[in-house]
C-alpha cells in the first residue's frame, strides 16, 4: 500500500526515505570510525548539499567528487577538503588552481607523467602546494598506474620530488568488486587491493617517501570491510548512501536498504498485448542495467508478478512475469514504486529529489548538474 | 581535424552545429509545405527554445511536447497551440487545464474511457473547451487503442458527444519504424498507419462525426513519407533536427545530417589492455543503445579504427576494433568527437548545449527538464 504523502506527488518523481539515508550515512561512518579510518564520502550518488551534510556528519570536510562542478558547488556550500577523484583533465588545470588557492585543502589525482607536467606549467599561488594524490589500478583496468608496473614507484618519486607538488596519497578504487555476489568475493577484492596499495606504500617507504596517506574505496568493499583495511588513511565510498538493486544484488546491503525510489503512475491498460504502460521513460531511470534483472529495468515493490519490460522517452512497458495481468490490480492513475538498478545513474535523472519521512513530504533537494 | 573552437570548450560536453540544424529544419519545412501538410514539430529532442524557434520556422506556433514541463516552458516563451501528445495523466489534468485556459490552443491526447471522465469533472472555465486528440495504435504497440477495437470508435463517438469537450483529431505515432531498415520498409510502414488513420477516419465520418484534423509521426516516416499522407492534416516528427546514429542505420538520413557531436577528451592511456580512457561516461552520452554498435555506444569521428567499449559515470573505455592501438595518435588532452547513438537520449544528459558555426562557438542554448 503506497503511502499517503505519494498520492500529491506529480509522476514520475525521485524519492529519497530520509531515515535509510541517515541510517546507511551513520552505519558507514561507525564501521569506520570502529576501524580507526578516516571516512571521506564519494558526492557523485547525489550531488546534493543536505546528503553530504548527513554524510559527513556535518563536518563539512572530507569529502570526494567525480566532477568540477561537484568541487565548485560544495566550495560554494562551505565544503573545503574536497578531493577530485579523476585523473587530472588538462582542459581544467586553471579551474583546478583556482580550487587549490580558494579551498584550504583540495586534492587532484594523477596517473601519468604529462599530467604532473601540466601541474608544473600551473604553480600556485598563495603560498600553496599541489595536492596531489597517485592513482594506483590495482586490478580494476580502469584509471591508475598498474600497482605492479615499476611505473607506478617512478611516477611516485617524480611526484614526491617536484617543487610546488606534495605528493600527499595513494589513490585506488575497487570497481572490480561490481562483478561480485556476496561476501566472500567482496572481501576478496577488498583485501587484494589493500594489500596492493599497503605492499606499494612499502615499497616507497624503502626509497625514503613517507608519512603518505592511502584510501581505497567502493560500496561493496567498504560495506563489509576486511580486518586489513585498519591500516589505510582513509576509505572513499558513495552509492551506499542510497544503495541500490544492484548492491544489493553484489551483496552489499539488502534490498531493504535502499533508500531512493521513483514513482511512476498507469497510464494506460492494453489487455490486447497483456501490457500496462507507466509514466516513467528512460529519462527518469536511466537505461543502466539494460533491462537484465528478471524483472527488467528494475525491482516494481511489492510487485513480483510484474517485469518493466522497455522504456522509450517518456513510456515505461510493464508486463506480466508469467501469465495474464489482472488489470484491475492497477486501476488508470494508480501508483507504482519502483527500486532503481543503479541509484547514481537514475537520480542523474532528476532535476529534484523528494524527501521523505515518517509518511510525510519534507522537502525538496537540488543535484547540481554538468561538468 | 577539429575545428578551432573545439579546443577552448570543457569537456565532455554537447556540441550543435547550427547550420546542419537549419538545413534539416529547413528540408523538413520545405518536405510538408511540398504536400500541403501542416508540420507540427516533436520538441522533445532539444527541448530548448532556440531550436523551437528554427523548427516553428519563427512561427512559434503548432508544436508537440512530451511532458508538462516542456509545454509551461514554451507556453513562457510565447509558444502557443502546444499539444501535449501523451496519453493524459490523471495527476496532471488541473496543470493541463489552466494550460488550457491560458493558451489559445492546448491540445491534450486521450486513450482511454476513464480519462474522458476526468476531463468532464475538471470543466474548463473562460469558455473554453478540452481540445482531445484522440490516441490510435497502428501497429505501433505503445499507448493508444488499437485502429482495429471497436473502441477506438466508440470512444471517438463518445469524446464527441460530451459537452465541453472538442474532439479535434486523430493521433497515431509510428514508432515501429524504428526497427526498419532503408526507405523502403519505412514507407511500408508509414503507408500502414496513414492508411489506418484514414480509413478510421472515414469510419467516423459515416457515423457524422466530421472536420477533425490527423496526425502521424516519427523521423524516419516523415524523412521519406509516401504520397498518401498529403491527406493528412499534419505530421509530427521531432528527432529529425539533430538525427543520429541510429536513424542513419534507420534509413532515414545519412551520417552527415547528424547534427550533435559530445566531445571527450583523452585522459589516460593504458597500453597494458591496449585501452584509452576519455572524460565521457554515461553522465554525457547515455547508455542508449546498450553499446551495439561494431564502433560500441556511438561512433568516433574520423576514427573508424576505435570502439567506445563501455563507460561508468564519468569515464569511457575506448579501445582498438582489432590489432594494437597507436596511441601516438591519441595524446593525452586530445579531443575526440563522438557521434550519438540516440540524440534525444544524449541531449537530455546535458544542461548546456554549445552552438557552432563556420567554425566559430555562436553560444549556448539551455533545454528544459523534469516533468
Known amino acids: 500500500m503506497a503511502a499517503e504523502y505519494t498520492k500529491d506527488l506529480s509522476t514520475p518523481v525521485l524519492t529519497v526515505d530520509l531515515d535509510k539515508v541517515k541510517r546507511n550515512a551513520k552505519d558507514m561512518r561507525e564501521r569506520f570510525e570502529g576501524l580507526g579510518v578516516q571516512l571521506r564520502p564519494h558526492m557523485k550518488t547525489h550531488k546534493t548539499a543536505e546528503c553530504a551534510d548527513i554524510m559527513t556528519g556535518g563536518s563539512k570536510r572530507c569529502i570526494v567528487v567525480s566532477t568540477l562542478a561537484e568541487a565548485s558547488f560544495f566550495a560554494d556550500h562551505g565544503y573545503d577538503d574536497i578531493l577530485y577523484a579523476y585523473p587530472l583533465p588538462f582542459d581544467k588545470v586553471q579551474r583546478c588552481a583556482e580550487l587549490s588557492e580558494r579551498l584550504s585543502l583540495f586534492h587532484v589525482l594523477v596517473d601519468n607523467d604529462t599530467a604532473l607536467e601540466e601541474l608544473k606549467r600551473r604553480p600556485l599561488n598563495k603560498g600553496k602546494v599541489w595536492n596531489v594524490w597517485l592513482k594506483l589500478d590495482c586490478n580494476n583496468g580502469r584509471a591508475g598506474v598498474p600497482n605492479s ?107 531493504e536498504d535502499v533508500a531512493v525510489r521513483v514513482l511512476t503512475r498507469v497510464i ?30 528494475a525491482i516494481i515493490e511489492g510487485h513480483p508478478e510484474l517485469k518493466l519490460l522497455s522504456m522509450t522517452q517518456e513510456h515505461g512497458r510493464v508486463e506480466a512475469i508469467s501469465g495474464q495481468l489482472d488489470f484491475t490490480k492497477y486501476p488508470l492513475g494508480s501508483l507504482l514504486s519502483l527500486i532503481p538498478y543503479h541509484a547514481c545513474a537514475t537520480a542523474s535523472m532528476h532535476p529534484l529529489y523528494y524527501i521523505h519521512s515518517n509518511g510525510k513530504i519534507l522537502g525538496t533537494w537540488t543535484p547540481t548538474r554538468g561538468w
Open 268 to 297: 494506460g491498460h492494453y489487455p490486447q498485448r497483456n501490457q500496462l504502460l507507466v509514466d516513467c521513460g528512460w529519462t527518469a531511470l536511466s537505461h543502466d542495467g539494460g533491462g537484465r534483472l528478471p524483472t527488467g529495468y
Open 149 to 255: 608496473n615499476p611505473k607506478a614507484q617512478k611516477l611516485a618519486q617524480d611526484i614526491a620530488a617536484t617543487p610546488g607538488v606534495e605528493l600527499t596519497g595513494i589513490y585506488a578504487h575497487c570497481g572490480n568488486t561490481y562483478v561480485c555476489q556476496g561476501q566472500e568475493q567482496i572481501k576478496a577484492v577488498a583485501q587484494e587491493t589493500t594489500t596492493s596499495v599497503l605492499q606499494f606504500m612499502e615499497k616507497l617507504k624503502a626509497v625514503g617517501i613517507q608519512g603518505l596517506k592511502s584510501s581505497i574505496g567502493s560500496t561493496p568493499s567498504c560495506s563489509h570491510p576486511v580486518a586489513d583495511m585498519a591500516m589505510l588513511s582513509e576509505v572513499h565510498p558513495g552509492n551506499y548512501v542510497f544503495y541500490d538493486v544492484q548492491q544489493s544484488l553484489i551483496g552489499s546491503c539488502s534490498l
